[in-house]
T-cell receptor
Framework: SQTIHQWPATLVQPVGSPLSLECTVEGTSNPNLYWYRQAAGRGLQLLFYSVGIGQISSEVPQNLSASRPQDRQFILSSKKLLLSDSGFYLC???????????FGPGTRLTVT | AQSVTQLGSHVSVSEGALVLLRCNYSSSVPPYLFWYVQYPNQGLQLLLKYTSAATLVKGINGFEAEFKKSETSFHLTKPSAHMSDAAEYFCAVSGEGAQKLVFGQGTRLTINP
């Protein structure tokens, strides 16, 4: 069966520090991969999605970037965090771009 | 392009009462529709999905939803609420040719004892 992992689970970082969040999927090949953010009390915001290695689509211009160095690995990065980057970050995968997505457990990021 | 509107950001029902969470969608192609549930500090879990088969879809935890094309709706129901149903619920839409799901803003369900 397929599983999705995210780490770390929680992270507290000062403003201006770098960020790297990792997501990996097991049990499937060539998945579509997604990064979402949930700010406190708000809905899901799609940040990036990827349909293959090295292929990244950005949904919202911002302080973040994404990379997909391997088929089942998706990384979210920032060179300098802002206070507004605080939130709950969710990674998801799908076998087809317009079908259901399966979510990881999330990373709670607090920028201080 | 697709869009989703969830009517009511907060819904409160008594334990044992009917749960009804509303979702209306807009889509230029035949839609695929999904309901997800999110418990505090967890990821989203798929409750049920409609992908052009039966219009009444049954999901996990006793939930079901009915696709009504004429009303462009996909409301989520459960006959009898349980305390463990307290969570955030998201409706999402997609369709052939779309690269991603479009999510509603979510409805927070509270269950009163």
């Amino acid at each position: 069966s397929q599983t999705i992992h995210q780490w770390p689970a929680t992270l507290v970082q000062p403003v201006g520090s770098p960020l790297s969040l990792e997501c990996t999927v097991e049990g499937t090949s060539n998945p579509n991969l997604y990064w979402y953010r949930q700010a406190a009390g708000r809905g899901l915001q799609l940040l990036f999605y990827s349909v293959g290695i090295g292929q990244i689509s950005s949904e919202v211009p911002q302080n973040l970037s994404a990379s997909r160095p391997q088929d089942r690995q998706f990384i979210l990065s920032s060179k300098k965090l802002l206070l507004s980057d605080s939130g709950f970050y969710l990674c998801a995968w799908s076998n087809r771009p317009n079908y259901e997505q399966y979510f990881g457990p999330g990373t709670r990021l607090t920028v201080t | 392009a697709q869009s989703v509107t969830q009517l009511g950001s907060h819904v409160s029902v008594s334990e044992g009462a009917l749960v009804l969470l509303r979702c209306n969608y807009s889509s230029s192609v035949p839609p695929y529709l999904f309901w997800y549930v999110q418990y505090p500090n967890q990821g989203l879990q798929l409750l049920l999905k409609y992908t052009s088969a039966a219009t009444l879809v049954k999901g996990i935890n006793g939930f079901e939803a009915e696709f009504k094309k004429s009303e462009t709706s996909f409301h989520l129901t459960k006959p009898s609420a349980h305390m463990s149903d307290a969570a955030e619920y998201f409706c999402a839409v997609s369709g052939e040719g779309a690269q991603k799901l479009v999510f509603g803003q979510g409805t927070r369900l509270t269950i009163n004892p």
